[in-house]
């Protein structure tokens, strides 16, 4: 499960639970939480 | 760009999200007929109970709305489209919408079987009911309440119908479910769950009646009964009628989209007029139709994708599958439930019928392909995390507490997997087969 994590407000984007995965989307993509850039989200490591 | 979406069911709410969460920018309408935001039809039967309020079957409010910037018009039934200039016209004929992009999720309506009566009957509202709306929901309490209901008949064993007859009852001298399949909920039980479903409904005071097919609605103005094809007649002041749906695809058509049982989609959920989709109840992809939540959800992510021209996921169908409580007891269906009896080599089933429970689990070599869980929630999320991946035999075994016994006499085993009977539902006189040993003298063992 691929999950990118929005550094400035913790949204996670959950790429199983959206309509297309994090690499796919274009890059105006916005926050739907605090609507900043595609630019804040990072790749978030898989708990192990 | 605008989206614009007619329907406010699973699909349409959904799809609006999902388009919502990936974009701000775009504008969203919802147009609907309906006068409540998106609710919850499952719980319609708890309204004609009084157990619930339509404020607790709502699961959006204003708010959530305004928080995605998503435009609700109720009271709007739309009643052409023209796909050339891309403008949809409604009742009120002022109202013109126009559109960039249209996604139909018109749902559907109650499957009304061809019974002399029933139709007409329900039109003039003498007693012959389908439950799918709020409004429907106030008719038939209302009905109810105004007619001195004594006996009630309710056409179809699915689930819908009875959680309807499980709701009724109690306000009703008799209520009696008539089902045209030999077992109840056909699609979600194997034969032997659905027979103690059965007993559980009829523990409740419902009477169940199998292998009926209803022939007529009888009665001269209002409904007095019902009689089924082979003579037999129950009287009834009341008929419910949840027989499965149709899809709706009344403004698809006229609008010379392509249909046939349904809504005709591709793997995008695109109709076949440019920028029109579709996705819910209406559709029909690989000649099938879906009616299941489930499916809404699915295709809600990629209709989403596809109107927003981000063509990345396709659909391929989704699994059947249903979580919910009927008649108060918990159900998972899930995947294939009941493999084709001549294929049987392939397949490994695992069972556990308890009193009050059964554990079903279905596997092709080690691979997890379905499973029924009634009565008992303890497997359902692994069973959900492991649909379509191997599993291993010793895994499931531990998971539904399914044991050997040992004979500290002769050493025969007892194994549950085996047995139709759980060694703890053995009487208490019963003795070893083999050398008589009594029951207590029987030790557990894993199996490994």
Request: hydrophobic share 35%; charged share 30%; proline share 3%.
């Amino acid at each position: 499960m691929t999950i990118h994590r929005c550094k400035r407000c913790n949204y996670l984007y959950i790429d199983e639970e959206q309509p297309v995965c994090f690499d796919d989307l274009e890059e105006d993509f916005k926050c739907p939480r605090c609507r900043c850039g595609k630019y804040m989200f990072v790749k978030k490591e898989p708990l192990k | 760009m605008k989206i614009v979406i007619i329907g406010n069911n699973v699909a349409g709410t959904f799809t609006a999200q999902n388009i919502r969460n990936i974009n701000q920018e775009v504008e969203i309408e919802i147009f609907t007929q309906e006068s409540y935001p998106y609710y919850s039809r499952i719980n319609l039967p708890e309204l004609i109970s009084n157990k619930k309020e339509i404020e607790d079957l709502i699961v959006f409010k204003d708010k959530w709305y305004k928080k995605n910037n998503i435009d609700l018009f109720l009271k709007h039934q739309a009643t052409s489209i023209d796909t050339k200039s891309k403008i949809i016209n409604f009742d009120n004929q002022e109202k013109k919408v126009e559109y960039d992009k249209l996604i139909m999720t018109l749902g559907s309506t109650p499957n009304i079987p061809p019974i002399k009566n029933a139709l007409e009957m329900k039109n003039k509202g003498k007693g012959v009911f389908t439950l799918r709306s709020i409004k429907d929901a106030f008719e038939i309490r209302d009905f109810i309440k105004e007619k001195n209901v004594n006996n009630a008949i309710v056409i179809g064993g699915g689930l819908l119908g009875l959680e309807l007859a499980n709701q009724i009852k109690d306000s009703i001298h008799s209520t009696t479910v008539v089902e045209f399949f030999p077992r109840l909920l056909p699609r979600q039980l194997d034969e032997d769950c659905s027979l103690m479903l059965k007993d559980e409904i009829e523990s409740r005071g419902i009477n169940v009646v199998l292998n009926a097919s209803t022939d007529e609605i009888l009665g001269n103005g209002s409904v007095s009964g019902i009689r089924l094809k082979s003579g037999k007649e129950f009287d009834a002041e009341i008929v419910l009628i949840q027989a499965g749906i149709v899809p709706t695809t009344e403004l698809a058509k006229q609008a010379n989209i392509k249909t046939n049982r349904g809504i005709i989609v591709n793997k995008f959920l695109e109709t076949s007029e440019k920028d029109v989709y579709a996705a819910g109840d209406c559709i029909e992809y690989n000649e099938q139709i879906w009616g299941i939540i489930p499916a809404c959800m699915e295709q809600s992510k990629i209709v989403a994708a596809s109107a927003l021209n981000l063509k990345k996921k396709e659909y391929h169908g989704t699994m059947p599958k249903n979580t919910l409580k009927i008649v108060g007891v918990d159900l998972t269906s899930i995947g294939i439930i009941d493999p084709a009896k001549e294929e049987s080599s392939a397949w490994n089933i695992l069972k556990k019928a308890d009193k009050k429970s059964y554990d079903k689990i279905v596997l092709k070599g080690n691979k997890l392909k379905g499973a029924i869980l009634f009565g008992d929630t303890h497997a359902v999320s692994y069973v959900n995390k492991k649909m379509e991946q191997d599993v291993s035999r010793e895994e499931l075994l531990e998971l539904l507490e399914l044991y050997k016994y040992k004979c500290d006499g002769c050493g025969m085993i007892y194994d549950e997997t085996k047995e139709e009977v759980l060694f703890k539902n053995l009487p208490d006189d019963w003795k070893c087969p083999n050398c008589g040993n009594p029951k207590k003298n029987f030790k557990k063992e894993k199996y490994k």
